[in-house]
């Protein structure tokens, strides 16, 4: 099992700048080990009925660390791993960033975008809001 608490959303103004942070933890996950992979998701507003499946996939830390980005936050977020913590930096922050972003992490790995699969262990979430 293991165990994902996300931290650090808000709301700003267009164009500001906002870090989430997603602490991992659980009797099943080890630091060293680098045996999941993590991403952070987001879901708009009004969807939360439809649960994951309105879930999408914005970056994603392979266990490499490769590092692989949505075409719609390429170039302003950046998501990096600093011990038991993913980060997610989100910079040049526009309205339609609103929604409730999501730490997740599997061990087969996360494809960008909607639709399964569908991690196995999520966080709470998190709510971004972006003023215009």
């Known amino acids: 099992q293991v165990h994902l608490v996300e931290s650090g959303g808000g709301s700003v103004e267009s164009g500001g700048s906002l870090t989430l942070s997603c602490t991992i933890s659980g009797p099943t996950y080890t630091r060293a080990s680098r045996e999941f992979y993590m991403g952070w998701f987001r879901q708009p507003p009004g969807t939360e009925r439809e649960g994951v499946a309105q879930r999408e996939a914005i970056a994603v830390l392979e266990r490499d660390a490769t590092t692989i980005y949505d075409d719609s936050v390429k170039g302003r977020f950046f998501i990096s791993r600093d011990e038991d913590m993913v980060i997610l930096k989100m910079n040049s922050l526009k309205p339609e960033d609103t929604a409730m972003y999501y730490c997740?992490?599997?061990?087969?790995?996360?494809?960008?975008?909607?639709?399964?699969?569908?991690?196995?262990?999520w966080g709470q979430g998190t709510q971004v809001t972006v003023s215009v």
């Open positions: 997740a992490a599997d061990r087969r790995g996360i494809p960008t975008g909607r639709g399964p699969p569908f991690p196995a262990h």
